[in-house]
């Protein structure tokens, strides 16, 4: 008899499968080059998921952040160069940014005082890392933005051909 699942030992794959209610035979047949046996290697640790993998059950969960808990936990490269992004809510996201901008908006004239000789003097470089900070801020802010919209456009709230039309309008 195999060993009973409970919510501490499953991985974020394992429990994006069972919230979008499927069977490993039916996640299976939806991704078509995955077998039951490859999905239960990677939900149970026995093997990492390639990215192809990973990109199958992102479209076949509809979990569009399995592709950057991938990239930023399990990718060698990635996990030196892609922090997580977590999903929010918009309102929050749009808060955050705002926040942030604001705050930078104080902070513009600093930058171009410190930029002006190309360098970062002694003195400098303490208001030289809090700016870095708020830029790395709206940067992973942005990156929670498209993962939203991602989601939403992965979840039916979003028309993506609408979104692409009016995109290429603009």
């Known amino acids: 008899m195999g060993k009973k699942s409970s919510k ?18 039916k996640a299976s047949e939806a991704m078509v080059f995955v077998s039951p046996e490859r999905i239960e290697k990677i939900e149970s640790e026995k093997s990492l998921p390639h990215p192809d993998e990973v990109l199958a059950m992102s479209e076949c ?4 952040q399995l592709c950057n808990y991938y990239c930023s936990h399990d990718c060698p490269i990635g996990i030196e160069y892609v922090p997580e992004i977590k999903l929010k809510e918009l309102s929050q996201i749009v808060l955050e940014m705002l926040a942030t901008l604001n705050s930078i908006d104080r902070d513009k004239d600093r930058l171009i005082e410190m ?22 801020k709206i940067s992973m802010t942005a990156d929670s933005l ?16 609408k979104l692409k039309k009016a995109t290429k309008a603009e």
Request: glycine share 4%; charged share 40%.
């Open 146 to 161: 498209k993962l939203w919209v991602k989601s939403a456009i992965a979840e039916g709230g979003i028309d993506e051909e």
């Open 8 to 25: 501490e030992n499953k991985n974020i794959y394992h429990l994006s499968r069972e919230e979008a209610g499927l069977s490993r035979e």
């Open 61 to 64: 969960y509809k979990k569009v």
């Open 115 to 136: 930029s002006a000789d190309s360098r970062i003097t002694e003195d400098e470089f303490k208001d030289f890392i809090n700016i870095q900070d708020k830029l790395n």
